[in-house]
Structures are given as C-alpha cells and as structure tokens.
C-alpha cells in the first residue's frame, strides 16, 4: 500500500490524475509505469481536440515527458486551405513527446480522412 501511496503521488503530477485504487501494482515495474487501454487527449496549436487511444502506454521514470504507446488508435482536426479535416490515424507503436508536443508513429500506419484522403507509411510525425 505504500508503494501504491508514492507512485500515486509521483504520477499524479505527471498524468491528469490517476486515483490510486486505479493503479495495478503488477503493471509498475523496474523504472517504468505501464497502463493498459490508455486514452489521452488534448488540443493542438490551432485549438483543435486530439484523441489517442492505446492497448498499452509506458512512461519511464527518468524520462517523464515522453510516453511509449501500443496498438495506437487517434483521432486527429488539421486544417487545409480553411476547410477542417478529421483524420482517423492507427499504427503499431508511436511516442507521444508531451515537450515538444509531437506523436511519431511506427509501423503500418494508416490515415483515413473524412475528405477522401488515404496514405499508408511506416513512419508518420504529427505535430500538435
């Protein structure tokens, strides 16, 4: 119970909030924190929300602001000459960088946008 006690503590100032109950200690291993069916979401530069949903995320201890991800699935607002595009993303793995707010995504992935437009890449960089 104490160590769910210090681990809550130490993430709740890294993630939103995480209510200890809430907290698998079998998934907290050496230098990592690891969750299962993660969900993040926020808004990008241009104010528009962002979506991403994972099997698995990591966080590692010394490395706070960077967030390892898994069977990746994200939604995604760009806008192109004025006209909003909602694009629907997936790949194997990705990092979320919450510094430098990017999300690079490896592995089969995919892009399916409301407009029509489809690509198919083993590397993409989104940045928020």
Do not use: C, H
């Amino acid at each position: 119970m104490v160590a769910a006690l210090v681990a809550g503590t130490l993430f709740t100032k890294q993630l939103l909030w995480t209510p200890i109950s809430a907290i698998n200690m079998k998934e907290i291993v050496t230098n990592q924190f690891k969750m299962s069916n993660a969900s993040f979401a926020g808004t990008d530069k241009n104010n528009e929300p962002f979506k991403i949903l994972a099997g698995t995320a990591r966080q590692e201890y010394d490395r706070p602001d960077m967030i390892y991800i898994e069977k990746v699935n994200g939604t995604f607002i760009r806008i192109t000459d004025g006209q909003k595009i909602k694009d629907n993303v997936s790949a194997d793995t990705g990092e979320y960088n919450r510094n430098d707010r990017t999300i690079t995504l490896f592995g089969s992935v995919r892009v399916d946008s409301d407009n029509g437009d489809k690509i198919l890449t083993d590397e993409l960089m989104i940045q928020l």
